[in-house]
């Protein structure tokens, strides 16, 4: 039960009578939105506004004229008042009894209160970390994890199908680089003079993988000309740090449901395919012995080589199969979730789909902006051109699988993060996943207290005693929650639910101090008893969305 579209539906009946009264054939689409200040009500619409214009009327009398029709279809009494404010504004307050009934569906529904099913939902392919298999993941890696894993746990929630996959970029210059970089640090181990690629990888964690490898393998290589060797080296080191990013993901309880690898794209012809398909399609022309898509023909800023001087495709070659195969698996949305540093690339790819002649509007690219470490108040400095960067795994070690997942969505993915390492430590109430995550703890420790006294819930508590302020402003914040799990999915911003969790978590402590929900008359503890139990499912799913566990003890 949405408490915003049950509302939007009774104004969109009262509307739609008064404009039959009118005579007026047209129907206009009622947007309800929440009102910045309490004084202004529960929910507030600009219908009137948006029919004056074509009325040629005040939007005042407009609104006055529309009240009574909208009291009329709300025969069940969702509506406590309904007034006209400002240029013509409607302004709503609900009824008691509205906030019950939604918080005795909450009750009904448990943690699938706002839940969709998902039989007949868009399908979603929702791609999302795909770091180069070239290094351990890092902070930055971490938010897009989280991002994505949220968001698909969210979109799921609200009705889609999702599959999520990792696309494995393992074959080019950097993964040949990578193995030169392995090869020559496995050289240095055996006491030969090796020196590391100009631009090669120098991170410990190559030492250490060319370590493990000598142990298991000797000075079998020592003797082996490089070009027999390199092969197996660029392989070992690509092979094995994909499985480190792979139980990195898993600790982070981030589910990959597909891991695509690059490769497989060349060895089907794909790629060779994706070029014949645009030359044929008169998308591309040849300069200085290269390649050219028509890119700029399509929105982007200039043309793109697909195929170098040398005959080597690009990896915007690559890119375009990958993304052709996607579209073609019957998916009604791509959803990319890139780094920042790819702000450029997104108009090049939607500019190549439609040069292959199908809908962009299908791909959506999110951009995940920059993550910064902060302990005691200075920035933790990174550097991955040295090696020297922080990775996720010391991030998850440090703060906790929980605190780390939540501080990434705790802002925006589209504004740039500094992420409190001291704040995420913490184990109190200035921590803001432990001021949630105390809430379930501490809802649970009050049952558990009722259970000692012999009261147990009853299957139809009393939700009519709920009628104190405080009662019915912690309904409302019950109440909401299927609404923003629902904006959240659309807007694609999962942050909305980290907000949402932490002004439930403040009126709920704050109703704990002020009320007791043992002690009372009978009849009023089995009515917050109940209320109690709605904001534990709500508690639960929210950060079972974010990933985040809701501990019973603290």
């Known amino acids: 039960m949405d408490v915003r579209r049950i509302t939007e539906s009774l104004i969109q009946t009262g509307i739609k009578r008064k404009l039959e009264e009118w005579g007026i054939p047209e129907e206009i689409?009622?947007?309800?939105?929440?009102?910045?200040?309490?004084?202004?009500?529960?929910?507030?619409?600009?219908?009137?506004?948006?029919?004056?214009?074509?009325?040629?009327?005040?939007?005042?009398?407009?609104a006055m004229e529309l009240l009574g029709s909208i009291r009329q279809a709300d025969e069940g009494g969702w509506f406590r008042d309904l007034t006209v404010a400002g240029p013509g504004f409607i302004n709503v307050v609900l009824s008691e009894g509205a906030w019950q009934e939604v918080l005795a569906n909450a009750l009904t529904k448990g943690e699938r209160f706002g839940a969709v099913d998902r039989k007949e939902g868009e399908r979603v392919l929702l791609e999302f970390v795909s770091a180069n298999p070239t290094g351990p993941l890092h902070v930055g890696h971490g938010r897009g994890a989280v991002v994505g894993d949220a968001l698909a746990r969210i979109l799921a929630f609200t009705g889609c199908q999702v599959t999520t996959e990792y696309y494995v970029n393992d074959v080019g210059n950097q993964i040949d680089c990578l193995g030169k970089s392995l090869y020559a640090r496995y050289l240095q181990l055996c006491g030969k003079k090796a020196e590391l690629p100009e631009d090669g990888y120098r991170g410990e964690y190559l030492v250490d993988l060319a370590r493990e490898f000598r142990e298991e393998v000797g000075d079998r290589y020592l003797p082996v000309e490089e070009e027999e060797a390199f092969p197996v080296f660029r392989k070992v080191a690509c092979d094995r740090i994909l499985n480190g990013i792979r139980k990195d993901l898993e600790t982070f309880h981030v589910h990959i449901d597909r891991w695509f690898r690059e490769e497989s794209l060349h060895e089907s012809g794909s790629v060779a395919a994706i070029v014949d398909e645009l030359r044929e399609r008169g998308q591309l022309y040849e300069s200085e012995g290269a390649v050219y898509f028509k890119s700029e023909s399509?929105?982007?800023?200039?043309?793109?080589?697909?195929?170098?001087?040398?005959?080597?495709?690009?990896?915007?070659?690559?890119?375009?199969?990958?993304?052709?195969?996607k579209l073609r698996q019957g998916f009604t949305k791509l959803i990319d979730i890139w780094g920042a540093d790819h702000h450029g690339y997104a108009p090049r790819l939607s500019a190549a789909l439609k040069g292959l002649g199908e809908k962009d509007s299908r791909l959506e690219i999110l951009l995940v902006q920059f993550v910064s470490l902060v302990r005691d108040g200075k920035t933790v400095q990174m550097s991955t051109r040295s090696g020297e960067f922080t990775t996720l795994r010391e991030v998850m070690d440090e703060v906790g699988i929980d605190a780390a997942r939540f501080f990434y969505l705790l802002r925006s993915f589209r504004s740039h993060l500094d992420f409190d390492l001291t704040l995420?430590?913490?184990?109190s109430n200035e921590n803001p996943v432990y001021y949630i995550q105390y809430v379930h703890a501490r809802i649970c420790s009050i049952f558990r207290e009722a259970a000692d006294r012999g009261i147990v819930l009853s299957?139809?508590?009393?939700?009519?005693?709920?009628?104190?302020?405080?009662?019915?402003?912690?309904?409302?914040?019950?109440?909401?929650?299927?609404?923003?799990?629902?904006?959240?999915?659309?807007?694609?911003?999962?942050?909305?639910?980290?907000?949402?969790?932490?002004?439930?978590?403040?009126?709920?402590?704050?109703?704990?101090h002020n009320h007791r929900f043992l002690g009372e008359t009978p009849e009023r503890t089995q009515g917050r008893l109940a209320l109690a139990t709605a904001v534990r499912n709500v508690v639960s799913t929210g950060l079972s969305l974010l990933g985040v566990s809701a501990p019973e003890r603290m």
């Not at 912690?474 to 911003?493: C, T």
């Open 424 to 427: 995420a430590s913490k184990k």
């Open 298 to 325: 399509h929105g982007d800023e200039k043309d793109r080589v697909l195929v170098r001087a040398d005959g080597r495709t690009t990896y915007f070659a690559s890119d375009l199969a990958y993304h052709r195969a």
């Open 459 to 512: 299957d139809a508590p009393p939700l009519s005693v709920l009628s104190l302020p405080d009662e019915t402003n912690l309904m409302k914040k019950v109440a909401r929650f299927p609404d923003v799990v629902s904006e959240s999915g659309k807007a694609r911003e999962p942050h909305r639910i980290p907000f949402y969790l932490l002004d439930l978590a403040r009126e709920f402590h704050a109703f704990y």
């Open 29 to 62: 689409s009622v947007s309800v939105e929440v009102p910045r200040q309490e004084e202004h009500g529960d929910f507030s619409t600009n219908a009137a506004l948006q029919l004056a214009g074509h009325m040629k009327r005040k939007p005042r009398d407009v």
